[in-house]
């Protein structure tokens, strides 16, 4: 009985019609290819039990002195860190208030200092610290105090001593920051008043946002065992690994941020943010930064290494990120490289190396070594290494990508490394299951540098945040779902103790261009199979013909062969499995064909 072998290239293969993939994976689900071959994807373990409160846009790893984990995550409502085998709340208090110039007044003889802070939305009993206050009236009235409400833009407080003056001062500094959990934000975008601020394509080309159009997102370094956090649009706080205090405000810097981390040269950056001069307006292109090793110094002086800078241009800064000695600044259109020359003038300097390449979302991008990859806002995947010029990534899965990708979603995206497999991973909201992150790409890191393995696939897995192994032992890459809850992936091999689904299918394949034929049974090539396989053929006459589906036998490990009974000139095979535990590797497909005698 003659024998046809399938010998496929790592892959899928969507975007073309199913017959010109012929020879190709066009379809799958929580399969990945690994050493040109596929397999399923590894399995997934609860890190604790506890859920997290609101739903996750960012998780980050990191060790202390002691090389303890930390894991913190930043979600729509809250701040939290595991540590220990607990789950700690450090939602800091907030937001900081940046207020207009000398926004305090005293009166003679009185400890009471009436404070200007439009639209406040405070109440009389709630506590705020004072910041950044000169002196006036021969008090310096900075500190923590209850506050009683006058009117919608005013309240007082009282502080430890008096005035000895009528007057009105405080300086253009003054920071207010509530003495309560930092309030909740949007857990969806809702549209934008410019690019890139919500939906794809709406609102004005380059324009910035002027409100909260998306999702809350979060910004997280290590400022060595201590963590900087940065809500989106927000302050800059710090975590000192104490898990029975908050994270505070870094009171110092700009208040209002876009993106915020931390250089190799131990300084904290602020990505789009207030300008150092009164009025210190808020700048989507200002990128300023703390001196060298004082992450609460951040003003411009001979004694110190805090600067500013504007990129040049136009757009707004949607993220950064680290890259060896190197920083890269994305912008809504451009890539810029960041540069440390040493200069006590200027210490950074920022060169634009890519134009119309912005990157589409604050998480949306992964660094591996001197390479980095990220979605662009036409929803294209580019690359860049050191020393070149950004290129677009070819994608032959692309077009499912962008067709369901939510509207008003695309802050949403996040992507990771997930460096086990040499893989980048990309997690979205696709619109055919609602508005949260539902599914995700993935691409082998060679095909992305230029390797001739065109090997992206995909999976349908809700993940609303992920980040790749961090550097602690017996650790694993982390992934948390819209429940809030956390998980290790690529541990075990089963969806924490449920059944893990997965499938991958071939393009049709022509048994006999000329010849209609019958398969009679399939060889299946599989390798460290842990659980039961289902193999189906699904077989046509044309390529335009109805599709004829027939089931073989579930395989156990082991079976060697799957006994079947299917007619036609093409055919496309389908593995699949919804078992716990489950895995397979898989060679080549090997089929025992028959001519029927029909053309």
């Not at 065992?225 to 800059?236: F, K, S, T, V």
């Not at 095979?573 to 029927?596: C, E, L, M």
């Amino acid at each position: 009985m003659p024998r046809i072998v399938l010998e496929l290239p790592p892959g899928l293969n969507s975007d073309d019609t199913t017959y010109s993939a012929a020879g190709r994976w066009a379809d799958g689900s929580n399969v990945r290819f690994w050493r040109g071959k596929a397999e399923a994807v590894g399995g997934w373990e609860a890190i604790i039990n506890t859920p997290l409160t609101g739903v996750c846009r960012k998780v980050f790893g990191w060790t202390d002195n002691a090389n303890n984990l930390n894991i913190a995550a930043g979600t729509h409502s809250a701040l939290q860190v595991y540590q220990g085998g607990a789950l700690f709340d450090i939602t800091p208090f907030g937001p900081p208030t940046l207020l207009g110039n000398n926004p305090l007044a005293v009166t003679s003889a009185s400890p009471v200092v009436t404070v200007t802070h439009v639209a406040h939305g405070l109440t009389t009993g709630d506590s705020v610290n004072i910041s950044g206050a000169t002196t006036l009236a021969t008090i310096t009235p900075n500190g923590t105090f209850p506050i009683t409400v006058l009117t919608a833009d005013t309240y007082t407080y009282t502080f430890t001593s008096n005035a000895n003056n009528n007057t009105s001062g405080g300086g253009g500094r003054v920071i207010i920051t509530p003495q309560k959990p930092l309030p909740a934000g949007n857990i969806d975008g809702t549209g934008g008043a410019g690019y890139g601020t919500g939906t794809y394509s709406t609102g004005t080309w380059s324009s910035p946002s002027t409100a909260d159009y998306f999702p809350r997102t979060w910004s997280l370094s290590a400022w060595g065992e201590n963590l900087i956090a940065n809500p989106r649009n927000g302050g800059i706080f710090t975590w000192t690994n104490n898990t029975a205090n908050r994270a505070t405000a870094i009171v110092t810097a700009p208040t209002q941020v876009t993106y915020a981390l931390v250089a190799p040269t131990r300084q904290v950056f602020a990505l789009g943010c207030n300008a150092e001069a009164f009025p210190h307006a808020f700048d989507p292109l200002i990128i300023r930064h703390s001196s060298i090793g004082d992450n609460t110094d951040w003003t411009t002086s001979a004694a110190s290494t805090a600067r500013e800078y504007r990129l040049p241009g136009g757009g707004r800064i949607v993220c950064g990120a680290v890259m060896g000695e190197n920083l890269l600044i994305w912008t809504s259109s451009a890539l810029y490289l960041g540069t440390f020359v040493g200069s006590l003038a200027q210490p950074w300097r920022f060169d634009k190396v890519g134009d119309q390449c912005g990157c589409i979302g604050p998480n949306a991008f992964a660094v591996v070594g001197q390479q980095a990859m990220w979605v662009g806002p036409n929803l294209q995947f580019y690359v860049y290494t050191l020393g070149s010029q950004p290129a677009l990534m070819p994608c032959p899965i692309q077009d499912d990508f962008a067709d369901f990708m939510a509207p008003a979603q695309t802050d949403k995206i996040t992507m990771s490394s997930v460096a086990p497999f040499d893989e980048v991973r990309i997690d979205y909201p696709d619109s055919r299951d609602g508005v949260e992150c539902s599914r995700y790409l993935a691409a082998h890191i060679p095909t992305l540098m230029g390797s001739p393995e065109n090997a992206w696939y995909r999976g349908v897995m809700a993940r609303t945040a992920f980040v790749d192994t961090p550097p602690s032992p017996n650790s694993y890459p982390i992934g948390v779902d819209t429940s809030g809850n956390m998980f290790w992936h690529e541990k075990g091999q089963s969806a924490n103790g449920g059944p893990l689904s997965w499938f991958i299918e071939t393009a049709d394949n022509y048994l006999d261009p000329n010849s209609v034929m019958q398969m009679r049974a399939l060889w299946p090539d599989f390798n460290d199979q842990i659980g039961p396989v289902s193999v189906q053929v699904i077989s046509r006459f044309n390529p335009q013909a109805t599709d004829y589906p027939v089931s073989g036998q579930i395989m156990g490990a082991g079976q060697v062969k799957s006994d079947l009974r299917a007619t036609g000139r093409l055919a496309k095979i389908r593995y699949s499995a919804s078992a716990s535990p489950s895995f397979a590797r898989f060679g080549n497909i090997t089929i025992d064909v028959t001519p029927t005698g029909r053309r």
